[in-house]
């Protein structure tokens, strides 16, 4: 019995799926130092997202929500005490 060539194709990139994909946590680089922990990251967005739910509510003129938001925004990295940069880094 004589196997087709279209199979032999199929079974050959079948195998090389399976064997590419390894989870292995060894191969991870390390963070940079720069970065933000995950913990302080997802608090700082639970924040971030509520101030911009806020500015949504607010009625006031365009220029008075950005003095508005740009408070909040100071506000926000001050309490985490990082720059504007390091966020946005």
Do not use: W
């Amino acid at each position: 019995m004589r196997i087709k060539k279209p199979f032999h194709l199929l079974f050959i990139i079948a195998c090389i799926f399976c064997f590419s994909c390894g989870n292995s946590d060894n191969d991870l680089p390390s963070p940079p130092k720069n970065v933000i922990p995950r913990e302080k990251m997802i608090n700082m967005l639970v924040d971030l997202h509520l101030i911009e739910a806020s500015m949504t509510q607010y009625y006031g003129g365009a220029i008075d929500i950005r003095q508005k938001a740009g408070t909040y925004y100071a506000l926000l990295f001050k309490k985490y005490s990082i720059s504007r940069t390091d966020f946005i880094n």
